[in-house]
T-cell receptor, first 118, second 110 residues
Framework: GAGVSQSPRYKVAKRGQDVALRCDPISGHVSLFWYQQALGQGPEFLTYFQNEAQLDKSGLPSDRFFAERPEGSVSTLKIQRTQQEDSAVYLC????????????????FGPGTRLTVL | RKEVEQDPGPFNVPEGATVAFNCTYSNSASQSFFWYRQDCRKEPKLLMSVYSSGNEDGRFTAQLNRASQYISLLIRDSKLSDSATYLCVVITDYGQNFVFGPGTRLSVLP
């Protein structure tokens, strides 16, 4: 079946430009996560949705970053007034149910969007 | 101090070698632990969960030591296809997010 898809796969933006990154999770997956991965580093958590509710946005680095999932499926990560330090791979992951405190469902990752800010 | 730390690597080993990776975490409230594998320019994929009693999956063995806040991954009889970056992942009980370590890169040489 189809996995998590992300678009665009590559994005080059001029400093100050706004960008929007899209994530299509696996159909029926309740939970959706966004991560930022800098070169040579592990992914860093940005935000988490359960259905359409954004339950945790503690990882968003500044108020220039905004994420939404209005209908509980597709999600968009928007970065306003991009800066060079925003250059990274943005990964989206989905899982079939939220973390309940005692159980876990595997997170399936999309291929990522590589953002380069010039 | 970072929340999750790993051996810096890279590890370059010959085919057939046994290699071990270490991971330490700082939050004693951490509840769940995993190893993910990430190939170059690809997305991370779950390799295995880590259970308190230790667990094995073929050539791979994971161990957890809660007292020392330490996780390990052992790969026996390494194959060329094992070449990748291995990411240690920790979930705490107060959040829903995964905390990834920086990863350890492994190159298995012919």
């Amino acid at each position: 079946g189809a996995g998590v898809s992300q678009s665009p796969r590559y994005k080059v933006a001029k400093r100050g430009q706004d960008v929007a990154l899209r994530c299509d999770p696996i159909s029926g997956h309740v939970s959706l996560f966004w991560y930022q991965q800098a070169l040579g580093q592990g992914p860093e958590f940005l935000t988490y949705f359960q259905n359409e509710a954004q339950l945790d946005k503690s990882g968003l680095p500044s108020d220039r970053f905004f994420a939404e999932r209005p209908e509980g499926s597709v999600s968009t990560l928007k970065i306003q007034r991009t800066q060079q330090e925003d250059s990274a791979v943005y990964l989206c992951a989905s899982s079939s149910q939220g973390y309940s405190g005692s159980s876990y469902n595997e997170q399936f990752f999309g291929p990522g969007t590589r953002l380069t800010v010039l | 101090r970072k929340e999750v730390e790993q051996d810096p690597g890279p590890f370059n080993v010959p085919e057939g070698a046994t290699v071990a990776f270490n991971c330490t975490y700082s939050n004693s409230a951490s509840q769940s632990f995993f190893w993910y594998r990430q190939d170059c320019r690809k997305e991370p994929k779950l390799l295995m969960s880590v259970y308190s009693s230790g667990n094995e999956d073929g050539r791979f063995t994971a161990q957890l030591n809660r007292a020392s806040q330490y996780i390990s991954l052992l790969i026996r009889d390494s194959k060329l296809s094992d070449s990748a970056t291995y990411l240690c992942v920790v979930i705490t009980d107060y959040g829903q997010n995964f905390v990834f370590g920086p990863g350890t890169r492994l190159s298995v040489l012919p």
